[in-house]
Structure formats: C-alpha cells, structure tokens
C-alpha cells in the first residue's frame, strides 16, 4: 500500500505564488512517476505536471513556464512550485502515484486564485 499526503494549498491573489508538497510513504517502487493533477467542478481530472524517477518532468500546455515540478532527492517527495497564479489556475490539486500495478492519489488540496 501507498499513501500519498498533500499540503501547500490555500488562497493566493492572481499572480501569487505556491508551493505544494506531496509525500508518498509505503511500498514505493524504484521506478514510478509522480505527479499533479487538478479538477473543478464538472469537469475531467487533467495532467498538471508529472516527474519521473529519473527525473524527467513533463507539463501541461497551460502551467508551462509558470509551474515546476520537482522531488526530493529520496525520491519519496515531490514539489510543485506554481508561480504567476491565475484564477483559472483554481482547483483541488491532487497527488498522483504512477507505478507497477494500480496507481494511487491522494486526498487533494485546494488551490484558489482570487482578489
């Protein structure tokens, strides 16, 4: 079993900064890939920023450039700093644990951008 547990939420004005956390405990495979996601009301969970044991990180159109994904060097952690925060941006963000077998998430964290 895997638990994931998120924190950094919270409200912020447009163009605000935040940094979420993510820290995964359990049977945690060498290889996997972590990442965020969000989702608002009525609408699909979408790809936020995902990052590779390895290392490797790969963005969704919308956050490039604004957004950094990035894990400790355990592995166990990842970041995601989300700089120039704007009120499309609002969402509960969710932490996500791709490995061998099922994937796993977490319990999310709400992000709002507004004045």
């Known amino acids: 079993q895997v638990q994931l547990v998120e924190s950094g939420g919270g409200l912020v004005q447009p163009g605000g900064s935040l940094r979420l956390s993510c820290a995964a405990s359990?049977?945690?495979?060498?290889?996997?890939?972590m990442g965020w996601y969000r989702q608002i009301p009525g609408k699909e969970r979408e790809l936020v920023a995902e990052?590779?044991?390895?290392?490797?990180?790969n963005y969704a159109d919308s956050v490039k450039g604004r957004f950094t994904i990035s894990q400790a060097s355990a592995r166990n952690t990842v970041f995601l700093q989300m700089n120039n925060l704007q009120p499309e941006d609002t969402a509960v963000y969710y932490c996500?644990?791709?490995?061998?077998?099922?994937?796993?998430w977490g319990k999310g964290t709400v992000v709002t951008v507004s004045s």
């Open positions: 359990g049977s945690i495979r060498s290889m996997n890939v």
């Open positions: 990052i590779t044991s390895g290392g490797t990180p």
């Open positions: 996500n644990l791709q490995q061998m077998g099922p994937d796993y």
